[in-house]
């Protein structure tokens, strides 16, 4: 009999075999989507299945829940038997080598019997897959330079992606009756937008317990390196993780240890030093005496520091900010201050979803306001809203706000055109609750001509909130080449505010950007930039980016109530 995440394990190499066959994609995500069911599943899996109601759990339906059903009972599945049957052995390793397609794992199968990435590495050094046919020696050489790559990889993920992992994993961790405490570090409990492993940190007396089910969670790959408190493993896909088992008495000390950046770690060392202590992974020493450290906040305070949030622990700038902060580090803003939801689009653009649905998904999780801003005309390969349905939408607008409690705004995400102005006459402007300005056009301007357009975009007389600043998309699009600082300047002295955008695959303006103007006193709005009633759930990212920046909760003008908000941002003088 297997237990539900050997069951999962299971689904998830069944979902990899569908792919890698080429088979519809739809079907082999249901596999995945089967797992994630289980591994998040509470309730006894036998008892579920006895009373056949495994198709009530989300995605499951009835041909997947009768596999489950046979790998539960009889510890086995007809269907994996079979694909596994009909491919080479080693086929998930080898797939994970660029420029290894089925066709070629097939064939290599069958002249070499090669069933593992150090085989096929073997094979290619010795010039035995040159004399394959369909091969030779610049497929060889390829696939010799695909089996460096795949050996050497330390590609980094979106933070969105690491965490879809994360979590599932974490939970497990959590769930393991051994476990006292366990947590996310790294480079997601620092809220980086890009991730290259996953770092656990759990406390335990019988770490062994607690290893055993990180290792054998359904996403875990490879287990490669183990001892009695750590254990590093690969992922489907390639990312790296790692669990580290510490006895209770030591895990606040390990989980800061394993937070901070080793920039900042150093620094913090190095002052330590100065005090005549010494940090390590267990907490502090005063010569041989080890001090208490019961949780992060006591090791800064024998280092007399205020606490540092785990977002802020990246570099030595942020050790000398907090220590010049004399204790003194109240208000960075937290997702429970946001009070409205800011940078909303329906279907009037390019939205998923209706002005209600979003209304009534922004009021089901405790929002008081929630503006409405879809595209300007100008944005017309986003649908974007011309004067003859902007006047419907205000309409509709006003008959959505007779059933819901969540107030509504009229408002705009108007492009900034190429002269620096905003999209929609001046009169049209003013009568909006918030404007939102974007750059989604000519983005290849230098840097004087962007620079030019953004600072006349700033001084013009409605106020406005600069939307996704630089225009990024992570991993896929630079930001646009401007002078962020001198932008800065015009936004300090206009009736202007700047946007925290938290759509994972942008998170603009990035940390550095925002501490440059929080020296200028500039205010921000945290956004989800939602396109669905899903995506409004993208907030966390925009408050870990802010975090990351230092915004304080009084510098966020959606930690303000309705009436203050809509005060603060009236486009009319």
Request: overall charge negative.
């Amino acid at each position: 009999m297997l237990d539900k995440l050997d069951i999962a394990r299971s689904l998830r190499e069944m979902g990899m075999l569908l792919q890698i066959k080429g088979e519809n994609p739809y079907r082999a995500r249901a596999y995945e989507t089967g797992a994630d069911a289980l591994e998040e599943l509470t309730d006894d899996l036998g008892e579920l299945i006895k009373a056949r109601r495994v198709t009530e759990l989300k995605g499951i339906g009835a041909a997947l829940a009768a596999q489950i059903a046979e790998l539960y009972q009889t510890g086995r599945s007809e269907q994996l038997e079979k694909l596994r049957a009909e491919l080479p052995r080693g086929v998930l390793e080898l797939s994970q080598v660029p420029g290894m397609t089925l066709k070629r794992m097939k064939a290599l199968h069958e002249a070499l019997g090669i069933g593992s990435v150090e085989e096929l590495k073997q094979a290619c050094l010795t010039g035995k897959v040159r004399g394959v046919k369909g091969f030779g020696a610049k497929v060889e050489s390829s696939l010799l330079e695909g089996i460096h790559r795949h050996e050497t990889r330390d590609e980094r993920i979106l933070l969105v992606d690491a965490l879809e992992i994360a979590e599932p994993l974490l939970a497990q961790v959590r769930a393991c009756a051994a476990t006292e405490q366990a947590d996310l570090a790294g480079s997601i409990r620092r809220w980086e937008e890009t991730v290259a492993d996953i770092d656990i940190v759990a406390a335990a007396d019988d770490a062994e317990q607690v290893i055993d089910r990180f290792a054998r969670s359904p996403r875990v790959a490879e287990v490669e390196e183990r001892d009695a408190s750590r254990c590093t493993v690969r992922f489907s896909g390639g990312l790296r993780g790692e669990l580290l088992c510490v006895p209770p008495r030591h895990y606040a000390a390990a989980l800061h240890d394993r937070t901070g950046a080793p920039a900042y770690l150093s620094a913090l060392g190095a002052l330590a030093r100065e005090l005549g202590l010494t940090l390590d992974e267990k907490g502090l020493l005063r010569g041989n005496k080890r001090l208490p450290v019961k949780t992060e906040e006591d090791l800064y305070r024998h280092l007399g520091l205020p606490f540092i949030a785990p977002e802020l622990r990246e570099g030595v700038d942020d050790l000398v900010d907090a220590a010049s902060r004399d204790g003194r580090d109240e208000g960075l803003i937290e997702e429970a201050d946001i009070q409205g939801m800011v940078h909303c689009h329906t279907v009037y653009s390019d939205g998923k979803n209706t002005v209600e649905e979003m209304a009534l998904e922004a009021e089901a999780m405790g929002m008081k306001y929630l503006t409405i801003t879809d595209h300007s005309p100008a944005a017309h390969y986003a649908g974007g809203v011309g004067l003859d349905r902007l006047k419907q939408q205000w309409d509709e607008i006003a008959r959505v706000q007779e059933s819901v409690s969540v107030k509504l705004l009229r408002g705009t995400e108007s492009d900034i055109l190429e002269s620096g102005k905003l999209d929609y006459p001046d009169a049209i402007l003013e009568q909006f609750d918030v404007i939102i300005a974007s750059i989604h056009s000519r983005m290849k301007m230098d840097a004087d001509q962007m620079t030019r357009r953004l600072v006349s975009a700033m001084k013009q007389p409605v106020f406005k909130i600069w939307g996704h600043a630089l225009g990024r998309l992570i991993q896929r699009r630079e930001p646009f080449a401007c002078r962020v600082e001198e932008v800065l300047d015009a936004v300090a002295e206009s009736r202007a505010a700047v946007e925290v955008n938290g759509d994972p695959y942008r998170l603009d303006m990035e940390p550095r950007w925002i501490k440059e103007a929080r020296k200028r006193g500039i205010r921000f709005v945290v956004s989800t930039d939602a396109h669905s009633t899903n995506a409004l759930h993208n907030l966390r990212f925009g408050v870990g980016t802010a975090r990351r920046g230092g915004l304080r909760r009084g510098e966020v003008l959606n930690a303000l109530g309705p009436a203050a908000f809509k005060k603060a941002v009236r486009p009319a003088a």
